[in-house]
């Protein structure tokens, strides 16, 4: 790009890093002490992607900024190892299919081949996070296997046992039945997929009544078989409608309200309206009879608080053992409790009436059997009509199999009885983009639900909870601690995990009965929501780490955390959560949610699709500045971000400007002692009293911005600076640069230094790399930009702003107003009018203005609205003048042409008419001035290249010197 190889200035600025161990450097302690930053941990058992590297990106940024400011920054790296995402990897290249057949394969070689798999992609994992400048101590991880890691997480376990908020129940939870375990409402929440479902209607025959039937409407028909009651509110109004059928008449009950809806397109008589509350012990013939030798109530009609007139009838099928409501209602009213469905699944085998169907679907799926349901429904003339439903329905956002909601036995924790506290909590939460905060989030918040807690699964933090083998007994321990049970057990616990921690026995306190453990694991997402404790062994080491009463070290809470936006309901929940059900105060105080990075058709990103972007492509080509840039600028966090390959190659470009002005600066620094700028007051000349103006308050806003976390802001008023340091300062103040006069040309470039010095600490936590490669090419004083102080406290002019801003502005319209005449720039004109300008502008403001337009004066008139008017007479000496501009511009173009610099001198061979030979006598010195020419020839054979100049094309040679 340019002359430019962005990638390979990277990779020497990296190697420069190593070398002198820069990041290290920076961790050393700082004045303001320690600014706390927790990093989510992410599974090595997977390729880092595109999306990695926008996370990382914004989180190095404040890390950067804050360290440069003055505050220590731990970056304590993390790894997250256990859970289903890992055991299902280890499954498919195991060939296994079920948690019978890894229990066949072996529980202990299962879990070794689980912890060799989580470091399979470690390597890439490291170099991707070095390679993007994202610094973190990668030496000294916490890892979430780890015998210490486990033992704070038991610790915690312990507390939450002590306050009563961890304990046994029977309750309907989300289950996957491919994984054979239960999942928290956090995680159900990360897997709901748009799908269309059959939706049926279905008819209960009231008992005893010929030709009257309940009308209730399910999305579920695979629960069907284990209905054993129907719902209906209370206060709602029901109605008897008679419909007209082939064999006579149909009366239906349902919802007065939904009748219009349900019996569309129906002729029909209401013959009677009724509350639901007399509805209620109305008996109703089984649609399959699978339950009825089974104990408790069943086949009657109750009242429920759940049921709506939303949608469907307004009676609400029941089948106990598969819905929460469904669930509460069975144990209120003593209903029949038993399973129909297998935990993976598939149907039981169930005997009744309809036993050929019951044999049709034994041991399949439910949800592949629904047609042969339904067929069967409306073969027996109980379905009443079907159509397909689009809702949103949740599947495991593991393995992607439809989740069921099933009755089962789980460990859950009290996460309702602290409600309250946790609310309270996200009040001191400084969340980016705000809207989170009570959004989805805070919605979260004010629904959540008890924490489904355990697992029955084998690679995780095994539950810390032995219950005696007595059933008299009961007795249950939680343990605190590893060396709790090792005192208990007299065994050494090397590795707590399955299945050698199952083996752990010990004597009941109570009966002596053996003390054996439950066979569940724990939740993952507790293993990273317990990291702020867990990564310190807390509170077995470093507690004054956590417990911070003023020392010189705290890393609790965080100061700033940041991940994407499906972390609301997975990382940053679980964060909250744990240190709330401790008891403490929120363990975040900032947190950026990102939006997720889609193509740049607005999809998603999929292997299948085709459309997922290689980081590394990415940074081969542009550099890992540019697609942090990228990301920086293309958004705010929160939005989602369409990634354009086309879009990050323009993005790009500013580094060219960039460089260009920093090699442009150096190029004229070689020639002369340039020394530091020391004081604004020393500074004459307006346009630098401009651009230092301008620096001084980028320093001050971009601070500000970072401070509250406003990164695009920030970034994008950056990039308008630099285009303004390069079209506007450079440019108007290349003669002074150029000029032989070292009390004009030194300075601009002291100015000029003293900018770019700032520039690249200010860029620093944005473009970590090219910031450095700019405050290393004999700018700043120490060995690395980002080892400086962010700048602050830098003198800012506003007069000097609003008089330069007028100066443009009249630039702008000048410029406008010459293309309405059609004059190009080229062209001197005698005189510009300005109308309407009511700042004072001294003579140097008006000679820059006056040199931008190309005029040979300006005349500022305040009254009237603002205008530009042109003296637009051409005299035969401003023609000649316009000439000499092109002939200039094309010598200069020329060289540029042979990769000259300013310092290769030239002579200049012409074929010239007479009037480009008047022109040259004229202006000769200033022609060779500005094409840096020693002389210039004329000849009438020259072939080699073309010059436009007063509307001729000349033959012109250049002959470097």
Not at 165 to 172: D, I, N, T
Not at 272 to 300: F, I, N, Q
Not at 796 to 820: C, H, N, P, S
Not at 944 to 951: M, Q
Request: aromatic letters at 12%; one cysteine or more.
């Amino acid at each position: 790009m340019s002359g430019f190889n962005l990638p390979k200035i990277e990779e020497e600025i990296l190697e420069m890093w190593k070398k002198d161990r820069v990041f290290q450097k920076s961790l050393k302690d700082k004045p303001k002490g320690d600014f706390v930053f927790y990093e989510g941990p992410p599974t090595a058992n997977g390729r880092p992607g595109i999306h990695h590297v926008l996370s990382r990106a914004y989180k190095d940024i404040i890390l950067r900024f804050r360290t440069m400011q003055g505050y220590r920054v731990i970056r304590k790296a993390g790894w997250d190892t256990h859970g289903l995402p890992v055991e299902l990897e280890v499954e498919k290249k195991l060939g296994l299919k079920n948690k019978k057949e890894i229990e066949e394969y072996g529980i202990d070689k299962f879990n070794e081949k689980c912890k060799e798999s989580v470091w399979e992609y470690k390597k890439e994992w490291e170099r991707l996070t070095e390679r993007i400048a994202f610094w973190l101590d990668l030496e000294d991880p916490y890892i979430t296997y780890n015998r210490d890691y486990i033992e704070t997480l038991w610790w915690i376990i312990k507390q939450w046992a002590e306050k009563g908020l961890l304990y046994e129940g029977h309750k309907v939870v989300p289950h996957c039945p491919r994984c054979g375990t239960a999942l928290s409402s956090h995680e159900v929440a990360q897997g709901y997929k748009k799908v269309e479902d059959n939706s049926i209607y279905v008819k209960f025959k009231v008992e005893g009544k010929d030709n009257v039937y309940i009308l209730a409407w399910t999305t579920t028909p695979w629960t069907l078989p284990g209905n054993v009651a129907l719902a209906v509110g209370g206060d709602i109004d029901y109605v008897k409608a008679k419909v007209k059928t082939e064999a006579g008449y149909e009366v239906y009950i349902l919802a007065k309200d939904l009748a219009a809806k349900v019996l569309d397109n129906i002729e029909y008589n209401i013959v009677e309206t009724v509350k639901g509350s007399e509805l209620a012990g109305l008996r109703y013939e089984p649609l399959y009879d699978v339950l009825k030798d089974e104990e408790g109530e069943k086949y009657v009609v109750l009242e429920a608080d759940f049921v709506s007139i939303e949608d469907g009838t307004g009676i609400v099928h029941t089948a106990v053992m598969y819905g929460d409501d469904d669930y509460r209602l069975g144990m209120e009213k003593g209903l029949v409790k038993a399973h129909t469905v297998n935990e993976d699944g598939t149907f039981k085998d169930l005997k009744g009436a309809e036993q050929e169907l019951f044999d049709r679907i034994k041991g399949k799926f439910v949800k592949d059997v629904e047609e042969d349901i339904i067929e069967n429904l409306k073969v027996r003339n109980l379905l009443f009509k079907d159509e397909k439903y689009e809702h949103d329905y949740p599947f495991c956002w593991r393995c992607s199999t439809p989740l069921l909601y099933y009755a089962k036995h789980s460990w859950f924790v009290k996460v309702t009885e602290v409600q309250d506290k946790l609310l309270e909590n996200n009040e001191q939460i400084n969340w980016y983009p705000q809207h989170i905060k009570y959004g989805r989030f805070g919605e979260w918040l004010k629904d959540i639900k008890d924490w489904a807690f355990s697992r029955e699964r084998y690679w995780g933090t095994p539950l810390p909870v032995w219950k005696c083998s007595s059933a008299e007994c009961g007795n249950v321990y939680v343990a605190g601690s590893i060396k709790e049970v090792e005192e208990k057990s007299g065994q050494k616990i090397e590795d707590p995990h399955r299945p050698y921690i199952d083996e752990v026995v010990f004597d009941c306190e109570k009966c002596g009965a053996d003390m054996k453990r439950v066979k569940d694991v724990v939740d993952v997402w507790f293993d990273s929501g317990a990291m702020p404790y867990a990564q310190y062994h807390y509170p077995f080491e470093n507690k004054e780490l956590i417990d911070y009463e003023g020392g010189a070290l705290r890393q609790f809470p965080a100061d700033y955390i940041c991940e994407a936006i499906d972390q609301t309901r997975g990382w940053f929940y679980t964060l909250l959560a744990v240190s709330t059900l401790l008891g403490r105060q929120a363990p975040y105080k900032n947190v950026i949610c990102l939006g997720h990075i889609l193509d740049k058709n607005g999809q998603k990103m999929s292997k299948s699709k085709g459309n997922v972007v290689n980081p590394w492509e990415m940074i081969e080509k542009y550099g890992s500045d540019a697609v942090r840039w990228y990301f920086y600028t293309l958004s705010s966090p929160g939005d989602p971000k369409k990634f354009d390959e086309e879009g990050l190659r323009e993005s790009s470009r500013i580094f060219i400007t960039l460089l260009n002005v920093v090699n442009f600066y150096l190029m004229f620094a070689d020639e002369v002692e340039v020394g530091d700028l020391t004081s604004y007051d020393e500074v004459e000349n307006v346009l630098d009293k401009w651009v230092l103006s301008k620096v001084s308050h980028l320093a001050e806003d971009t601070c500000r911005r970072l401070e509250n976390y406003d990164i695009t802001g920030a970034a994008r008023r950056i990039g308008d600076f630099i285009m303004d340091l390069s079209t506007w300062y450079v440019r108007r103040s290349r003669d002074r640069f150029k000029s032989d006069d070292d009390s004009v040309k030194i300075p601009a470039l002291k100015t000029l230094k003293y900018v770019l010095v700032n520039l690249a600490k200010i860029i620093a936590p944005f473009t970590p790399f090219t910031a450095d490669y700019i405050y290393t090419q004999k700018l700043g004083q120490k060995s690395s930009v980002h080892l400086s102080d962010y700048p602050v406290g830098l003198r800012f002019d506003k007069d000097v702003i609003e008089k330069t801003d007028t100066v443009r502005r009249i630039v702008e319209a000048g410029l406008a107003a010459r293309m309405d005449v059609k004059i190009a720039v080229r062209q001197p004109l005698n005189k510009a009018v300005v109308y309407g300008v009511k700042v004072e502008l001294s003579e140097e403001y008006l000679d820059v203005a006056a040199d931008e337009l190309n005029v040979k004066s300006i005349e500022i008139k305040p009254e009237g609205e603002f205008k530009v008017e042109l003296d637009t007479e051409i005299t035969p000496d401003l023609k000649k003048e316009g000439i000499k501009r092109e002939f200039v511009r094309g010598v200069n173009s020329l060289r540029k042409k042979m990769n000259l610099t300013i310092k290769d001198k030239i002579n200049i061979v012409v074929d010239a008419d007479e009037t480009l030979k008047e022109v040259i006598a004229d202006f000769k010195d200033q022609i060779k001035k500005e094409t840096i020419s020693e002389d210039i020839i004329f000849e009438e054979t020259v072939e080699e290249g073309e010059v436009k100049a007063g509307g001729r094309v000349y033959r012109v040679k250049i002959i470097k010197l």
